[in-house]
Nanobody, 117 residues
Framework: QVQLVESGGGLVQAGGSLRLSCAAS????????MGWFRQAPGKEREFVAG????????NYADSVKGRFTISRDNAKNTVYLQMNSLKPEDTAVYYC??????????WGQGTQVTVSS
């Protein structure tokens, strides 16, 4: 079992930056592929970014490529999402997820990101 707690969300103006953190506890964090998802009001939850257990492989949704960067520190059991050049359409609740067998299995409670125009 893995417990995930996100932090770092907030209100920011368009063009600004935020850094989200996801602290993990429980089973060995470094075993897991980790990802960030987001869900805007009235929309389905969507994949944003993912990172392999050793940080050497990352994946991004086309909508955030070049603006967002995912990273992890296994010594601190934490995964990060650096978000730059934020747009109003990035407004959503952001969720951290731990994968098992290629699918998200563990979820955090989410953190709200609001980008004003």
């Amino acid at each position: 079992q893995v417990q995930l707690v996100e932090s770092g969300g907030g209100l920011v103006q368009a063009g600004g930056s935020l850094r989200l953190s996801c602290a993990a506890s429980g089973r060995t964090f470094s075993w897991y592929y980790m990802g960030w998802f987001r869900q805007a009001p009235g929309k389905e939850r969507e994949f944003v970014a993912g990172i392999s257990w050793n940080g050497r492989s990352t994946n991004y949704a086309d909508s955030v490529k070049g603006r967002f960067t995912i990273s992890r520190d296994n010594a601190k059991n934490t995964v990060y999402l650096q978000m730059n050049s934020l747009k109003p359409e990035d407004t959503a609740v952001y969720y951290c997820a731990g994968f098992e067998s290629g699918t998200p299995h563990y979820w955090g409670q989410g953190t709200q990101v609001t980008v004003s125009s």
